[in-house]
């Protein structure tokens, strides 16, 4: 498989549920990210890893956790959500950071 | 602040017509400049770049991109529409290729309707 692949791409979960996305990239990139899309507002920047360690934190709030284990792995996960934090969650890649990103396609969260 | 914009939230164009997105920025040196694609549901697919030589520059599925600089513009542009290429569109740029201060910024997006 190629690109970047995201799972699930769907999600429902309540706001005690603990989850986790997976993010995974063969494309033999150095820095990977997290980004929120939410309906009407612009893509904000959640987090930053170059070569497997994080490099950016953009005052995410701590019930979102990401990890990096290796440099084709990105998770993020989820503890104590809340409604406002459905939305859709995209993963991408870069050959470093601050190269052009290549994007997963999603996955889909709704919190009830 | 440096920043993106795109004027343009909606646009409505007929098929077969030609399309032009705009995309303008504010940075005091020339950035590294992108075109995004996202249909419903799925991920930003990148059409085209911009790092210098020649302005024009060519991208996937027939598009194209003008860079200005005394304009501070990235316009995107196709000279006929297929129904297909009906998504939102996002002009993003980054300061320092390559770099530890480079993250991609983002416009806001257009939102491009075709009619039949």
């Known amino acids: 498989e190629t690109g970047v692949t995201q799972t699930p791409r769907h999600l429902v979960m309540g706001m005690t549920n603990k989850k986790s996305l997976k993010c995974e990239q063969h494309?033999?990139?150095?820095?990977m990210y997290w980004y929120k899309q939410s309906a009407k507002k612009p893509l904000e920047l959640m987090f930053v890893?170059?070569?497997?360690?994080?490099?950016e934190n953009n005052s995410v709030p701590s019930r979102f956790s990401p990890e990096c284990p290796n440099s084709s792995h990105l998770f993020l996960h989820l503890h104590t959500l809340q409604p406002e934090d459905s939305a859709l969650y995209l993963c991408?890649?870069?050959?470093?950071?601050?190269?052009?990103?290549?994007f997963g396609p999603g996955t889909r969260l709704t919190v009830t | 602040a440096q920043s993106v914009t795109q004027p343009d939230i909606h646009i409505t164009v007929s098929e077969g017509a030609s399309l032009e997105l705009r995309c303008n920025y504010s940075?005091?040196?020339?950035?590294?400049l992108f075109w995004y694609v996202q249909s419903p549901g799925q991920g930003l697919q990148l059409l085209l770049k911009?790092?210098?030589?020649?302005?024009l520059v060519q991208g996937i599925k027939g598009f194209e991109a003008e860079f200005k600089r005394s304009q501070s513009s990235f316009n995107l542009r196709k000279p006929s529409v297929h129904w297909s290429d009906a998504a939102e569109y996002f002009c993003?740029?980054?300061?320092?290729?390559?770099?530890?201060?480079?993250?991609?910024?983002f416009g806001k997006g257009t939102k491009l309707s075709v009619k039949p």
């Open positions: 991408a890649s870069s050959p470093a950071q601050g190269s052009e990103q290549y």
């Open positions: 494309l033999g990139h150095n820095a």
């Open positions: 890893y170059s070569l497997e360690e994080r490099v």
């Open positions: 940075y005091g040196a020339t950035p590294y």
């Open positions: 911009y790092f210098s030589g020649d302005t």
């Open positions: 993003a740029v980054v300061l320092n290729y390559g770099g530890s201060q480079g993250n991609l910024i």
